[in-house]
């Protein structure tokens, strides 16, 4: 079973709409969470990371459900620039202490 | 302020051959993550150091693959010989003490290409 699991897509979303999508993990103990994006060729960059209470940061929400262990991210009014590769983040996953990531999502959106 | 500074950024070279990725990453921070990132694998945990001692090298693929840091403001990553099959993009990020509980920033990468 893969530790970190993403729909890889692509979303391909209208601009204006809301999209969301999930992210499960298998280790149970994994104790910290992040949504990372990634541009063509570029480096990851953290997004948000997210708290057991649920956090948001402008269009951006992030869900964590730690008794079915799934992440969510909510983008809401989504614009042209959201365009990129969402990585989900875990800790304790594959190393001793390091993060897991996610292969990631492709979002797309469209004029 | 300068980011994570990796190079070189695009190396091509033939099987082989050795090859030595270099990453300096920010001032002050206290650990430093080697990635490999591939289509079919994602970005994978190679290596992470903490105030420059190596904590955890389960991820580095065999023998082949070393790293060091001999000191806070540098590190490399070596393969040796390398093999098709190396060719990635190599990613090199530093965080504050307690790495994988805070951000995680990210160096511009190598693209590796082994022929």
């Known amino acids: 079973r893969k530790e970190v699991e993403q729909d890889p897509g692509p979303f391909n979303v209208p601009e204006g709409a809301t999209v969301a999508f999930n992210c499960t993990y298998s280790?149970?103990?994994?104790?910290?969470f992040f949504w990372y994006r990634q541009d063509c060729r570029k480096e990851p960059k953290l997004l948000m990371s997210?708290?057991?209470s649920g956090n948001e940061d402008g269009r951006f929400t992030a869900q964590l459900n730690r008794a079915s262990q799934y992440i969510s991210l909510l983008i809401r009014d989504s614009k042209l620039s959201d365009s990129a590769t969402y990585l989900c983040v875990v800790n304790g996953g594959g190393g001793a202490d390091g993060l897991t990531f996610g292969k990631g999502t492709h979002l797309i959106i469209q004029p | 302020d300068a980011g994570v500074i990796q190079s070189p950024r695009h190396e091509v070279t033939e099987m082989g051959q050795e090859v030595t990725l270099r990453c300096k990453p920010i001032?002050?921070?206290?650990?430093l993550f080697w990635y490999r990132q591939t289509m079919m694998r994602g970005l994978e945990l190679l290596i992470y150091f903490n105030n420059n001692v190596p904590i955890d090298d389960s991820g580095m693929p065999e023998d082949r693959f070393s790293a060091k840091m001999p000191n806070a403001s540098f590190s490399t990553l070596k393969i040796q010989p390398s093999e098709p099959r190396d060719s990635a993009v190599y990613f090199c990020a530093s965080s504050t003490t307690g790495g994988t509980y805070n951000e995680q920033f990210f160096g511009p990468g190598t693209r590796l290409t082994v022929l």
């Open positions: 280790n149970s103990a994994s104790q910290s």
């Open positions: 001032s002050g921070h206290n650990s």
């Open positions: 997210v708290y057991s």
